[in-house]
Structures are given as structure tokens and as C-alpha cells.
């Protein structure tokens, strides 16, 4: 099953690098990589290879980085929460993203001695980092419990008031060419993204997965409710701690660089676990060839959709994911 994923992500992303305003045949493609991988010298024209490997490459490879992160996140959340609607932006992460980008986009300002996309970048890691802490400090109880219903609730409460700030801020200004980098940043993209952002993404999509695997049958435990896990020998406070913030941390490093991405987290862990079951030894790998592939195909087609215009890569998941969601609610309850 996994072996099946992985050839389809491979097979995704060799079309989608051929797939553009220039196309390029997918033998050509894989020629480039290889060049590019020291394989061989294929006898591939200069041009292919500047448009597979330095404009398609770093967002092709970006995308299905981001679409793995997320569905492992998601994965992670809807079982420390217990909750089938968690995804990565519920602790208002996304939200507290949004203000500090809306901050410096809206007026102008430098941050932390960066400017234009660098600054936008930082202060949205920043101000989710924020928000994070805000969340986790009102949802925290006696002896540091973090109690999942409080928790959602919270993250709600600051997504909140952070949506409220960003949009007071862009009404306020009246700054219509603010307002569209706003909405823009707001629904996401992986247009920017080039290698030197890429390569990073990827190594902390792949080390976040690894890294949650190690705790797959913790993750387990989870779904028989905390008095089950502890009598297993589980730390459920602390390893839910850590969980929570590992997750809001990597969310912050991929909002800080593509937006707001709605639905990855959401959608691809129900869908998986249709076909793997719950145990989160194969539902992790799984979510995140899944969300890999989803994102680079929802990206292929934000690019390429509409000719000489790209739509907001949130508008594609949305389009894709709000369809599948009110499926699985169905198909939920009429097993009910």
C-alpha cells in the first residue's frame, strides 16, 4: 500500500513538472533529474532544464512537502484531541500567521531587520508562535493538563480576535493594493518558493513524520481515552504537550512561507483511514504520500487552471476537499 502511494507521488510530480505554459515530456523530465542527480548527461535541452529543475522543481518538491506536513499534523491533532475535525490551523495558529503578516503588509514595516517577503515571513512565524502561546496558556489547567475541549475552544477564541485585528487593520487603511496582497498571502500559495526555502521544508516534513512515528503507538492508546493510555504507562500530559507544540510549530513554518492552506489536514488522515484503519503506524506514512500527492495536483492545476492567472492554492483545496469532507460526514452517518 505504501510502495502503491509513493510511485503514484513520484509519478505526480514527474507530470506536474511537465505541465505548465511550456510543457515538457515526461521522459524529458526524468532525463533533467537524472542529469541534475549526476545519473548521467541525457542530452537535455538547456531550456527544459532551467524550467523543470530552477522554476518547477523548488515548487513541485515545495508542495508536496506541504501537503505531507499538514496531513501528518492533521493526523496528530484529530488523535490528541479526540476531535474529527481538528487540522493543523485549530489552535489559532493560522490566525495569529495572519495578523503578523497583515501587520507588516498593510504598513509597510521592517521586521526583526528583514523586508518584503522575508519580513512577511518572519513576522507570521512569529505571530503564530504568539498565538500559540496565548492558546496554550488559557487551555492549560492545574498541573499543566492540557484538556482537549479547552484547548479547540481556545484556539477558536484567538483565531478569532486575530481575524478580527487583520481585518480591521485592512478596512482601516483602505489600502486596496494591500487588501489583494493580503487576500493572496490569506488563501496560499507556493508560487515563492524557491530552493533555498524548498529544501528546508521538505527536511522538516521528513523529520516530522519520522519523528511521530516513534510515538505510533502512543498515538494509539489515545483513541481509548486518557485513563486507558496512562494505564499503559503513557505520559498522556506531557507527550500531548509536546505533541501540541511540535505541531504548532511545524504549522508556523509552513504558514510563515505559503499562507493558509485549508483542508489538507482535514480531509486526507479520514480519508486514509479508510484504507488503513486507524492504527497510525501506516495512517502517518500514508497521510503524508496522500497529502503530497493532493497538494501537488492542487497546485498543478492552481497554476494552470486559468491561462495567464493563477488561483489562490487555498481556493483549489477547497474546491477539492469541501466535496470529499461532506462525503465522509455522510458516509459516517449513515453508519450511525
Known amino acids: 500500500m505504501l510502495s502503491v502511494a509513493a510511485v503514484a507521488l513520484v509519478l505526480s510530480m514527474a507530470v506536474a513538472l511537465g505541465i505548465g505554459s511550456v510543457s515538457v515530456p515526461v521522459l524529458d523530465v526524468l532525463a533533467v533529474v537524472g542529469r541534475r542527480l549526476r545519473l548521467g548527461d541525457f542530452g537535455v535541452p538547456l531550456v527544459d532544464d532551467q524550467i523543470v529543475w530552477q ?10 512537502a506541504v501537503g505531507a506536513a ?44 528583514f523586508a518584503g517577503s522575508a519580513a512577511v515571513a518572519t513576522a507570521a512565524f512569529v505571530g503564530a508562535l504568539g498565538a500559540l502561546g496565548l492558546v496554550l496558556g488559557l487551555a492549560a489547567g492545574r498541573g499543566g493538563a492540557l484538556a482537549p475541549t479547552r ?9 478569532q480576535i486575530c481575524a478580527a485585528y487583520t481585518s480591521f487593520l485592512v478596512i482601516v487603511t483602505g489600502d486596496r493594493d494591500s487588501a489583494r496582497r493580503v487576500l493572496d498571502w490569506t488563501l496560499g500559495s507556493v508560487a515563492g518558493l524557491r530552493w533555498g526555502t524548498t529544501i528546508p521544508l521538505t527536511v522538516l516534513a521528513v523529520l516530522a513524520t519520522v519523528l511521530v512515528l516513534g510515538v505510533s503507538r502512543q498515538l494509539d492508546a489515545f483513541a481509548f481515552g ?46 486514509v483511514r479508510l484504507v488503513t484503519g486507524p492504527g497510525h503506524l501506516f495512517l502517518l506514512p500514508m497521510s503524508a504520500l496522500c497529502g503530497a500527492i493532493l497538494l501537488v495536483w492542487s497546485d498543478t492545476i492552481a497554476r494552470t487552471a486559468v491561462a495567464g492567472q493563477e488561483i489562490p492554492l487555498g481556493v483549489v483545496t477547497g474546491v477539492l476537499g469541501a466535496p470529499v469532507f461532506a462525503f465522509l460526514l455522510r458516509r459516517q452517518g449513515s453508519e450511525t
Do not use: K
Not at 55 to 64: I, K
Not at 151 to 159: D, E
Open 70 to 113: 499538514l496531513a501528518v499534523c492533521g493526523a496528530v491533532l484529530q488523535s490528541l484531541t479526540r476531535n474529527d475535525l481538528a487540522d493543523p490551523y485549530l489552535l489559532g495558529i493560522s490566525g495569529g500567521a495572519g495578523a503578523g503578516a497583515v501587520t507588516v503588509i498593510v504598513l509597510g514595516v521592517t521586521f526583526a531587520g
Open 55 to 64: 522554476l518547477r522543481m523548488p515548487r513541485v518538491l515545495g508542495a508536496a
Open 151 to 159: 484547548t479547540v475552544l481556545a484556539g477558536v477564541a484567538i483565531g
Open 226 to 271: 486518557e485513563l486507558s493510555a496512562r494505564s499503559l504507562g503513557i505520559e498522556v500530559t506531557r507527550l500531548r504537550w509536546v505533541l501540541l507544540v511540535g505541531t504548532a510549530l511545524v504549522t508556523a513554518v509552513l504558514v510563515a512561507f505559503v499562507g493558509a492552506i485549508g483542508f489538507v489536514g482535514l480531509v486526507i488522515p479520514h480519508m
